[in-house]
């Protein structure tokens, strides 16, 4: 029995990162639930960002705001709604049940694994892909 235990844990290991990331797929998803807040090319100048108390924001410096490097946990917990809501209440809605499915993780840029969804990775992928 013990050997078997962290042979199972090694295999899931070796399986979730494999998961190619497909930027496509996200951009689709964009497209269909976050352009109409976040515009057409992420910059925050969506249809209704003028309807919002709180402002859209220009997702494409995300990068360039934290230091250079892609705040991927925060992006990731914005989207499904880990992150703690804003004090004052936020706009945007939690997407985390909508988004559920296949599990996957990603890595930060330190190594850091982040358990999410597919469709949350690909999303991601899309967000990265349009870094300023
Ligand atoms: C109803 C409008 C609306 C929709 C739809 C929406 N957002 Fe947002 N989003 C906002 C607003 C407003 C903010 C800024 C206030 C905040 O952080 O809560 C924000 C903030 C964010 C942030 C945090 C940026 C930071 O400062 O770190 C991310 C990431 C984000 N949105 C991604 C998305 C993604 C991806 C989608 C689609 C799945 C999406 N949003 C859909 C309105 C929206």
Redesign the pocket.
Known sequence: MRRIIPLGFGLIAAALPALAQDPEAGAE??AT??A???GETARGDGP?ADL?T????D?TR?TELNGGSF?LI??VY??DGRAPI?AHG????P?GGMFEGEDATMKTEAGQPVLTSRSIVD?VAY?QSVQG
């Open positions: 998803t964009y639930f976050c109409a807040c976040h209704v919002l709180v402002p859209a924001t997702l995300l705040p925060e992006v914005r989207i804003k936020s706009p945007m809605p997407f999303l967000l």
